[in-house]
């Protein structure tokens, strides 16, 4: 815990219902000893979150939803924050995305040490893919090659990430 939040917190619909907590858009930062400062937003899931790690698009009014190849389309996500879930989501419960600092994030198997990482089909998990119609996630890399399955990798650098622009 730091400064008031702890991360890994999260409200149901019905305990943010009672306005208990903190306001939607608010950035929470501290300096962790070992990886260096790590900022958070404070968002409503507009669907629920699997789990801690997910990808999720925010939108302006800070409802977020995981990432996928729908929720970043042009139209639909493009520019728009992304982050990673600390903690599993209900839908209309509120709780906390990582947006800067060393982390862990979803990638699809064998997601490439360096590379440009994209949306995909599979909500919340990015992978290296260069097919054409995934959108580039910009301000977001892993340092450690994902092996052969779908895996949080816990090696993520989130620099302030966006949905970029389409392949």
Same mark, same amino acid.
Do not use: H
């Given at each position: 815990?730091?400064?008031?939040?702890?991360?890994?917190?999260?409200?149901?619909? @019905?305990?943010? %219902? /009672?306005?208990?907590?903190? =306001?939607?858009? $608010?950035?929470?930062?501290?300096? %962790? !000893?070992?990886?260096?400062?790590?900022?958070?937003?404070?968002?409503? +899931? #507009?669907?629920? /979150?699997? *789990?801690? #790690?997910?990808?999720?698009? /925010?939108?302006? *009014?800070?409802?977020?939803?995981?990432? %996928? $190849?729908?929720?970043?389309?042009?139209?639909?996500?493009?520019?728009? =924050?992304?982050? +990673?879930?600390? +903690?599993?989501? *209900?839908?209309?419960?509120?709780?906390?995305?990582?947006?800067?600092?060393?982390?862990?994030? =979803?990638?699809?198997?064998?997601?490439?040490?360096?590379?440009?990482?994209?949306?995909?089909?599979? !909500?919340?998990?990015? %992978?290296?893919?260069?097919?054409?119609?995934?959108?580039?996630?910009?301000?977001?890399? &892993? #340092? $450690? @090659?994902?092996?052969? *399955?779908?895996?949080?990798?816990?090696?993520?650098?989130?620099?302030?990430? &966006?949905?970029? =622009?389409?392949?």
């Amino acid at each position: 815990m730091f400064i008031g939040i702890s991360p890994d917190q999260v409200k149901t619909a @019905a305990e943010a %219902d /009672v306005g208990q907590g903190f =306001r939607l858009g $608010t950035i929470g930062m501290y300096d %962790d !000893p070992t990886d260096g400062t790590k900022c958070f937003l404070y968002v409503e +899931a #507009g669907e629920a /979150v699997t *789990a801690a #790690g997910y990808l999720c698009v /925010v939108d302006s *009014a800070y409802i977020a939803e995981m990432l %996928d $190849t729908t929720s970043s389309a042009p139209g639909a996500g493009a520019g728009q =924050r992304v982050g +990673a879930a600390m +903690a599993a989501l *209900a839908s209309g419960g509120q709780g906390w995305l990582q947006v800067y600092g060393k982390g862990s994030a =979803r990638t699809l198997a064998s997601a490439a040490k360096g590379t440009e990482l994209t949306s995909s089909a599979t !909500p919340g998990a990015v %992978d290296d893919a260069t097919t054409a119609g995934l959108e580039v996630i910009n301000g977001l890399s &892993i #340092g $450690t @090659a994902t092996g052969g *399955a779908e895996a949080t990798n816990a090696d993520a650098y989130f620099n302030w990430p &966006i949905v970029g =622009r389409t392949l």
